[in-house]
């Protein structure tokens, strides 16, 4: 049995990134964090460090840094089912609770750029504008007015209808 692996082959290995390019990658942007024997200060990971058991690594995936502790090593990609033999998530609560956060914003903090709402964004959205905006009855005038006339509601247009003709 091996007693270290490099850090990219075992972080695709027990499936936290897609692909071993990706885990690359993340290790050269600096989002691949080590602490030797799970104690001490954090070390940034290259992606040919090297890890051992018992290693705790770190790995920032905004909003959250996960965190996992090794239990044994393997440089091959391994079924979900056998990942917790492997190694064991330790990220504390708070960072879990972050990803609740995000959850429960949903549409409302969408950026610019981000596409399409979905379907059900767009009834969220459609069932909050309905409440917000409603249309305005025109029987809520009195009876010897008409809309647009009285104090505060001239509503009267500066054009005539050789305007609209070609």
């Known amino acids: 049995m091996k007693t270290e692996v490099r850090i990219d082959k075992w972080i695709w290995a027990m499936r936290i990134f897609k692909t071993r390019t990706v ?21 940034p990971a290259k992606p040919s460090r090297m890890i051992h058991v018992d290693d705790v690594v770190l790995v920032r995936k905004p909003p959250v840094t996960y965190s996992f502790k090794v ?9 979900a089912k056998l990942v917790p033999e492997y190694m064991e998530n330790v990220t504390t609560r708070d960072q879990l609770d972050l990803l609740d956060v995000v959850k429960i914003s949903g549409f409302i ?28 009855d025109f029987e809520d005038f009195p009876d ?9 509601r001239d509503w009267t247009f500066d054009f005539d209808e050789s305007d609209f003709e070609s």
């Open 109 to 136: 903090d969408r950026r610019k750029g981000l596409g399409r709402p979905t379907k059900r964004e767009a009834r969220e959205l459609n069932r909050f504008t309905s409440e917000v905006f409603t249309d305005t």
């Open 144 to 152: 010897d007015e008409e809309p647009g006339s009285g104090p505060g």
């Open 71 to 79: 239990k044994a090593l393997t440089e091959n990609r391994l079924g």
């Open 23 to 43: 885990a690359s990658d993340s290790c050269k942007k600096g989002r691949v964090m080590v602490r030797p024997g799970g104690k001490g200060p954090e070390i």
